[in-house]
């Protein structure tokens, strides 16, 4: 497993990160979702991601009960605030900051996570306020570095013309794949710039980039597209899109991997990447996603992979 540096953080991390939106704690089975934290080390993870918001809680209060007797330098935790956790209860004012802090720490079992995110920019707080209150996090020992997700280019140029005493920012959280581009034009610029490294969310496309969807035909039983989380992937389902995911099987023959193997290597081999966020809900799933990290495959089929996608990226 490749290890690199979070930004400037000194923060050293895998180069795939396990995540837990939608699986741990609420959509998969304790006793499995165990099973892929273990695997997830033994394959040299040593990276978690998740949020208050995952299952409203439930995610976090999962890995904490999970986590409890590993070695607590023996893993790199980071978790988000943000969305409503009850009706009064969301944002980035300092009162927010400070109270789902707390909570979350008291879920995950910890004394401190390595990276405190804004699960989204808030306009209704004062950015000061927030950069303040995420600097005060940092200052009293209850995260190691600050991050924020899917922010706004003009919103992370003003977090970082901020003056000083405020912390400054250490990771991105975007969406990024072969498919979802967008980063590409301001968002890994201005973070590359600035010392603020990537953890890119769905590296497959939410698992379309797999292969497993076949163009005009049902979504296979059991799979995300087949579930309630349909709702999220639409733009990844239109036929012109499977079809052309589908014309990446001979790519990654050639390079002797799964489709979703070449599409996670696509990702931490592009500039400013740090690491890829995957899910998994069975330990064989992880095994395969998290090897391909380590797969020494020709750029030019990665840039024939893209090559193949370019005319139907989604927005």
């Not at 995911?245 to 001979?250: D, M």
């Not at 809900?281 to 998290?290: D, I, M, N």
């Amino acid at each position: 497993m490749q290890y690199r540096q979070l930004g400037d953080s000194g923060i050293e991390v895998s180069a795939i990160c396990l995540g837990s939106w939608l699986t741990y704690g609420v959509g998969v089975d304790d006793n499995a979702a165990r099973a892929c934290v273990d695997a997830s080390f033994d394959a040299g993870i040593n990276f978690i991601d998740t949020a208050n918001i995952y299952g409203r809680g439930a995610a976090e209060s999962f890995l904490g009960d999970t986590l409890k007797d590993r070695p607590r330098d023996s893993y790199v935790l980071a978790t988000k605030l943000f969305f409503p956790m009850t009706a009064e209860d969301r944002g980035l004012s300092a009162a927010q900051v400070a109270k789902q802090i707390d909570a979350s720490l008291t879920r995950l079992r910890t004394d401190y996570v390595d990276l405190y995110q804004c699960h989204r920019y808030d306009p209704e707080t004062p950015l000061e306020e927030t950069m303040e209150a995420l600097s005060e996090v940092v200052r009293s020992g209850k995260a190691r570095a600050i991050g924020f997700s899917e922010w706004a280019p003009d919103e992370i140029e003003a977090a970082l013309a901020l003056a000083p005493p405020s912390v400054k920012f250490v990771s991105s959280q975007p969406q990024y794949n072969l498919l979802y581009r967008r980063p590409e034009a301001k968002v890994i610029p201005i973070s590359m710039a600035n010392g603020i490294g990537q953890i890119v969310w769905s590296p497959l496309a939410m698992g379309v980039l797999s292969g497993k969807y076949a163009p005009g035909a049902e979504p296979p039983a059991g799979s995300r597209a087949a579930s309630e989380d349909e709702q999220y992937m639409q733009r990844y389902l239109a036929d012109p899109v499977l079809e052309a995911v589908q014309r990446l099987k001979p790519v990654a023959e050639k390079a002797g991997c799964s489709m979703a193997q070449l599409a996670i290597a696509w990702v931490v081999a592009q500039p400013g990447i740090t690491s890829a966020i995957i899910g998994a809900s069975r330990p064989e799933q992880l095994r395969e996603t998290a090897a391909a990290a380590d797969l020494a495959i020709d750029p030019a089929l990665l840039a024939e992979a893209a090559a193949i996608l370019e005319g139907v990226r989604v927005s």
